[in-house]
């Protein structure tokens, strides 16, 4: 039975637990075994010794699984999580195979404008309020690095839902 991660914000839901759950569960239909970042071996540490123990964990399940399945969808602003993007880029360093989800697959400066305030700039792009220009306009719905890591990885990233995504990965491996 191949071994999915399930990286996501799910982790910061108020019921995570129940949620990762639900997933694992989707998982096991498919005929897959899921990894939540919860299955680590963390007790008794506190502060950033538990913080150190959780990457640990994490990184430790991510070698042990064998395609990692992704939330790419906003979370706390217009981007995918930053842990999530690591978990993409640590998954696609050790050769495994990545598979992403997002709800609308828009184009990325799209998304952040649905997520975050934004105005006219002379370059003919929008900038945030930060003043960075929104120009990765190349037809992508999640920062280049991100989407090109999953999809080089023998991945996709696909419109959809996480059992769409378990779907889908279920089918490109027959």
Do not use: W
């Amino acid at each position: 039975m191949k071994k999915v991660y399930l990286a996501g914000p799910e982790v910061f839901l108020p019921d995570s637990v129940r949620v990762l759950n639900q997933h694992k569960a989707i998982c096991n239909k498919y005929g897959f075994e899921g990894l939540s970042p919860f299955d680590g071996e963390v007790t008794g540490e506190v502060g950033l010794e538990r913080a150190r123990k959780i990457y640990l964990e994490n990184c430790k399940l991510i070698r042990a699984c064998d395609i990692v399945a992704v939330n790419c969808n906003a979370f706390r602003g217009a981007l995918v999580d930053d842990g999530s993007s690591f978990e993409i880029g640590f998954a696609k360093a050790l050769g495994k195979k990545i598979y992403g989800f997002i709800q609308t697959k828009k184009t990325l400066p799209e998304l952040v404008q649905l997520k975050i305030p934004t105005s006219n700039h002379t370059s003919g792009y929008r900038v945030d309020n930060d003043g960075y220009l929104l120009n990765e306009d190349f037809g992508n719905s999640i920062n280049l690095m991100l989407e090109f890591a999953i999809i080089e990885s023998g991945g996709q990233l696909i419109e959809g839902n996480f059992e769409n995504l378990i779907q889908v990965i279920s089918q490109s491996l027959v």
